[in-house]
C-alpha cells in the first residue's frame, strides 16, 4: 500500500479518531496520577509516562495484530470489537474508579503505564483490526492520536459532550470493522470461499455497524426508561 492511496489515508484517519474516542479515560489517569506534582515535574510524568504508554501500547496492538492471522481468532475478535463497540454507545452510569495522587514522579508515571496498559484492551483490538498487520500505519496512527489526546484531552472530551453522534459514528464504524474482519478470518474464508468473501464483505460490514448501533440503542432506551422507573419509584 503507498503513501500516495487514499485507503492508507482513510485507515490512518479512522485509527486516530477510534483511538481518542476510547482514550478519555487515558487522558483523566494522566491528570489525577500526576496533578500532586510540582508544575515541572507534572509536566515530565505526563511526557514520560504518556511515551512510555504509547511504545507499550504499539508492542501489545502488534502482537494482537500478529495472532489475528490464526484462524478463528479474528472471528472472536470481530465479537470483541462489537461489544466494545455497543459499550462505547452504550450510556455507561458507573463513576470513574479513583486514582492516586502520586508526589514522585516515578510512581506517578508508573500508575499513568499500568492504567493506561489496563484501560487500552479495547483500542488495541479495535486498531489492530483497522490497521491489518500493517505497522507503519499502526505505529504511525498511535504516535499522532496518543499526543492529540494529552494535549487536548478536554477540547476532545468537549467536542464529544456536545455532539455525541461522533461517539454513534464511532460505535458504527468499529462495528463496520468487526464485520469486515468477520471475513478476513482464514477459516472462514477457507469454509465459504474466497469470491464469496468478497461479495459478502460490505454487506457483513455494514450489517456489524447496523447490529451495534441497533444494540445500543436498545440499551440506551432500556436503562433510560429502567432509571425512570427507579427514580419515580
Known amino acids: 500500500m503507498s503513501l500516495d492511496s487514499p485507503v492508507l489515508w482513510l485507515a490512518l484517519l479512522q485509527i486516530i479518531w477510534i483511538n481518542v474516542l476510547l482514550s478519555g479515560d487515558n487522558a483523566v489517569v494522566i491528570a489525577l496520577a500526576c496533578r500532586s506534582l510540582p508544575e515541572k515535574a507534572r509536566r515530565m510524568g505526563v511526557v514520560l509516562g504518556a511515551g512510555i504508554a504509547v511504545v507499550l501500547r504499539i508492542l501489545f496492538t502488534g502482537i494482537v ?131 464469496t468473501t468478497e461479495h459478502l464483505h460490505r454487506i457483513v460490514a455494514a450489517a456489524g455497524a447496523v447490529i451495534v448501533v441497533a444494540i445500543a440503542f436498545g440499551l440506551h432506551r432500556w436503562k433510560a426508561a429502567h432509571g425512570h422507573t427507579d427514580a419515580a419509584a
Do not use: Q, Y
Not at 502520586?102 to 479495547?122: E, F, N, P, R, Y
Not at 486498531?127 to 491489518?132: F, H, K, L, M, T
Open 65 to 195: 495484530a500478529t495472532l489475528l492471522a490464526l484462524p478463528w481468532l479474528k472471528l472472536v475478535g470481530s465479537l470483541a470489537l462489537m461489544w466494545i463497540a455497543v459499550d462505547l454507545a452504550a450510556p455507561n452510569e458507573g463513576g470513574d474508579e479513583a486514582v492516586e495522587a502520586s508526589d514522585s514522579l516515578w510512581k506517578a508515571v508508573g500508575t499513568v503505564v499500568v492504567a493506561d496498559v489496563v484501560m487500552s484492551l479495547d483500542n488495541v483490538v479495535a486498531v489492530a483490526a483497522i490497521a491489518d498487520g500493517n505497522w507503519l500505519l499502526l505505529t504511525f496512527g498511535l504516535a499522532i492520536s496518543i499526543p492529540l489526546i494529552i494535549a487536548g484531552s478536554s477540547l476532545v472530551m468537549a467536542l464529544i459532550n456536545r455532539f455525541p453522534l461522533l461517539v454513534w459514528a464511532g460505535a458504527a464504524l468499529l462495528g463496520w470493522v468487526a464485520g469486515d474482519m468477520l471475513l478476513g478470518d482464514v477459516a472462514v474464508i477457507e469454509r465459504i470461499g474466497a469470491e
